[in-house]
């Protein structure tokens, strides 16, 4: 039997419904609409699409959406200052800062300016530290996306599951270890240095649970997969013109239980969990 697809797109919707109503309620109650500003610096054209997709699922969900364009010059201190506006801002109830960032600023260093209550991406320090105490109410958007995949398979207890995650970046694969650890799932994470030093395959074909978040298309051969394993595939790659992502899917779709496709399994979550982190960042503001 092939896995099973786990369908982003419809849990994505059904998410975004239970989104709307409580956005619904928030408006009527506090007689305002949440705002949600997006700060672009300079021009990436590799960034238009997901600025796209979250004006679209800011108006389809009643949410004032600005996009606030700055010079590709602007210094550290003039970003801070943008920043610190919409910090003060009460009409704004959730800021991203659309990364990459040009070189003359510290993105790590100006994420910790966002004011932990409105960091829609949790990218604040106090935000990615709730997540090790258990305690986060907004969480990184890709991250809170496999969990969601993971929690919409019913029936699957995650307790002392083993799982291997490809990938230790800091918006992905760190913080996702630590939601699975919340859960008592057993967790590997491997990245570079596992693969640079062969044992990937080893780690790949223990897993009960691989979710890998690399960036190249077919790192993880369909063969290791574990027979009956649940494979969640973050990755992103353009190969001839298609969208693929990190996993041999068609092999490992013979081998695994659950997976995701690419096009279609977490990419159309990343926006709800985005507008679902506003809904968390207003009540936090209240
Ligand atoms: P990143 O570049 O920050 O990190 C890549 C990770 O892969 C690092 O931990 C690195 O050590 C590891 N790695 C690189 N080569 C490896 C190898 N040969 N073996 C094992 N590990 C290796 O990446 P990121 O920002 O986390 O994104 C990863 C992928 O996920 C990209 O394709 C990105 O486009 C995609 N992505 C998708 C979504 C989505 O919404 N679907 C969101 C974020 C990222």
């Not at 797109?9 to 409580?22: G, M």
């Not at 590997?188 to 240095?193: E, K, L, M, Q, R």
């Not at 595939?233 to 001839?240: A, L, Q, T």
Request: aromatic share 4%; glycine share 8%; hydrophobic share 45%.
């Amino acid at each position: 039997m092939p896995a099973k697809l786990l369908d982003g797109k419809a849990l994505a919707s059904c998410i975004k419904e239970k989104i709307k109503e409580e956005i619904e309620a928030i408006k009527s109650k506090h007689n305002k609409a949440l705002k949600l500003v997006s700060v672009q610096v300079g021009e990436n054209p590799a960034s238009e699409v997901y600025l796209k997709s979250q004006r679209k699922n800011a108006e389809n969900l009643g949410v004032e959406y600005q996009l606030e364009r700055l010079d590709q010059k602007i210094s550290q201190d003039e970003l801070i200052k943008v920043i610190d506006k919409l910090n003060n801002d009460k009409s704004v109830n959730g800021i991203i800062l659309q990364m990459p960032l040009p070189p003359q600023i510290n993105a790590k260093l100006i994420s910790q300016y966002i004011s932990p209550l409105k960091d829609v991406e949790a990218v604040h320090p106090q935000n990615m530290g709730e997540i090790v105490f258990g305690s986060a109410k907004i969480l990184p958007c890709t991250a809170a996306s496999c969990m969601e995949l993971l929690n919409s398979i019913q029936d699957l207890k995650l307790y002392g599951k083993e799982a291997v995650i490809v990938g230790h970046s800091e918006i992905v694969g760190k913080p996702l270890a630590l939601l699975l650890l919340n859960q008592f799932v057993t967790t590997t994470v491997c990245h570079i240095a596992t693969g640079e030093k062969g044992t990937l395959p080893e780690f790949v074909k223990k897993a009960e649970i691989l979710i890998v978040a690399v960036g190249k298309a077919g790192l993880i051969k369909g063969e290791w997969v574990k027979e009956g394993a649940i494979v969640i595939d973050v990755g992103i790659n353009r190969v001839e013109g298609k969208i693929v992502g990190d996993v041999e899917f068609d092999k490992a779709q013979e081998r695994a239980s659950y997976i995701t496709p690419v096009p279609g399994g977490v990419g159309p979550l990343t926006v709800a969990m985005l507008m679902k982190n506003l809904v968390e960042a207003f009540k936090l503001q209240v």
